[in-house]
Antibody, heavy 122, light 108 residues
Framework: QVQLQESGPGLVKSSGTLSLTCAVSGDSMSSRWTWVRQPPGKGLEWIGEIYHSARTNYNPSLKSRVTISVDESRNHFSLKLDSVTAADTAVYYC??????????????????WGQGTTVTVS | SSELTQDPAVSVALGQTVRITCQGDSLRSYSASWYQQKPGQAPILVIY???DRPSGIPDRFSGSNSGNTASLTITGAQAEDGADYYC???????????FGGGTKLTVL
C-alpha cells in the first residue's frame, strides 16, 4: 500500500523559503509526483509536479518561486517556495499522479494523497 | 481564476440524485477526475477518466464528459456524501494541471 507523508516547518517567516518533504513508501520515485495546497477556507490549488525524476511542470502563478525535486536515494520528493508571504499560508499536500490505460488511452488522476501539513507564514 | 468552473454550492435531498458540473475549454480535449474532501481531511479520488471509479468508491458515484462540461452524479445521495467536490484536469495549454474552484454539497 502506497503511503505519503509530508514534513517540514509549520511556521515560516515572511520573505523566507518554505521547504517541505514528502516521504514515499510502497512505490518507487519513478512515478509522477505532485504538490497541491489549500489556503484556509479556500479551494485546492495545483502547485506543480515532477516525473521521470527530473522533468517538472509548475503553476504559472508560482513558477518564478517554486522548485520541486526528487531524492531517489531517500525515496522522497521536495517542495521549495521562495519569497513567501501571508498568501502562501495553506495546508500543503503531496500526491501521486497515476496513469490508467483504457482502450489505448491514458487517463491520469491523483490516486494517493498525504494527510497534509499546515504551513503558516508570519 | 481557475480555468475550470464549478458552482460554489449545491444541495440535494437525502436519497435523491444530484449532478455537480465542471466547465472548461480543456475538457473538450482531456478527461476529468473528481475528488471528495471532508473538513480536516485530505481529498480522495472518486472518479477518474471521466467515468471510472477506484476500488472502494460506491457505485452511486458516476461521471460523464460532454463538450466542455464534465459532471459528477450521485444517485441516491447519502448523508455521508456531504462534502466539497473538486474536478481536476489539464489546463488549456495541456502541459499543466488545474483544479476547479470546488462545489460544497449539502445533503438535506
Amino acid at each position: 500500500q502506497v503511503q505519503l507523508q509530508e514534513s517540514g516547518p509549520g511556521l515560516v517567516k515572511s520573505s523566507g523559503t518554505l521547504s517541505l518533504t514528502c516521504a514515499v513508501s510502497g512505490d518507487s520515485m519513478s512515478s509522477r509526483w505532485t504538490w497541491v495546497r489549500q489556503p484556509p477556507g479556500k479551494g485546492l490549488e495545483w502547485i506543480g509536479e515532477i516525473y521521470h525524476s527530473a522533468r517538472t511542470n509548475y503553476n504559472p502563478s508560482l513558477k518564478s518561486r517554486v522548485t520541486i525535486s526528487v531524492d531517489e536515494s531517500r525515496n522522497h520528493f521536495s517542495l521549495k517556495l521562495d519569497s513567501v508571504t501571508a498568501a502562501d499560508t495553506a495546508v500543503y499536500y503531496c500526491a501521486r499522479l497515476s496513469s490508467f490505460l483504457e482502450a489505448d488511452y491514458y487517463y491520469y488522476a491523483l490516486d494517493v494523497w498525504g494527510q497534509g501539513t499546515t504551513v503558516t507564514v508570519s | 481564476s481557475s480555468e475550470l468552473t464549478q458552482d460554489p454550492a449545491v444541495s440535494v435531498a437525502l436519497g435523491q440524485t444530484v449532478r455537480i458540473t465542471c466547465q472548461g475549454d480543456s475538457l473538450r480535449s482531456y478527461s476529468a477526475s473528481w475528488y471528495q474532501q471532508k473538513p480536516g481531511q485530505a481529498p480522495i479520488l472518486v472518479i477518474y477518466g471521466d467515468n471510472d471509479r477506484p476500488s472502494g468508491i460506491p457505485d452511486r458515484f458516476s461521471g460523464s464528459n460532454s463538450g466542455n462540461t464534465a459532471s459528477l452524479t450521485i444517485t441516491g445521495a447519502q448523508a455521508e456524501d456531504g462534502a466539497d467536490y473538486y474536478c481536476h484536469s489539464r489546463d488549456n495549454s495541456g502541459d499543466r494541471w488545474v483544479f476547479g474552484g470546488g462545489t460544497k454539497l449539502t445533503v438535506l
